[in-house]
């Protein structure tokens, strides 16, 4: 027999996960999300997802849209690798 949770008050009305665990929404701040939401033309819900995440405006860009050049170390830090 298994427990059943409401989905009143879950996150995007999911009541549980696959693995049996409450979605819960993290806080955010209003004011983040609305410069989040303003500044990169987003849908709310991913704003504050974001903003949950602990993503700032300024790192929003690269999060969204990564590339190899922002992921990967300057090549001139690896071992044996000469400045030319």
């Known amino acids: ?25 993290r806080p955010a701040d209003d004011r983040s999300v609305r410069t989040l939401r303003q ?20 790192e929003a860009s690269d999060y969204l849209t990564p590339t190899l050049r922002s992921l990967m170390p300057d090549p001139s830090v690896l071992k044996d690798m000469d400045k030319a």
Not at 5 to 13: K, T
Not at 39 to 58: C, E, K, M, Q, Y
């Open 1 to 25: 027999m298994t427990k059943k949770i409401s989905a009143e008050g879950a996150f995007l009305e999911v009541a549980r996960s696959l693995g049996g665990r409450r979605w819960n929404l």
């Open 39 to 58: 500044s990169h033309d987003l849908d709310p819900v991913v704003a504050r997802l974001l903003v949950a995440r602990g993503i700032t405006s300024a």
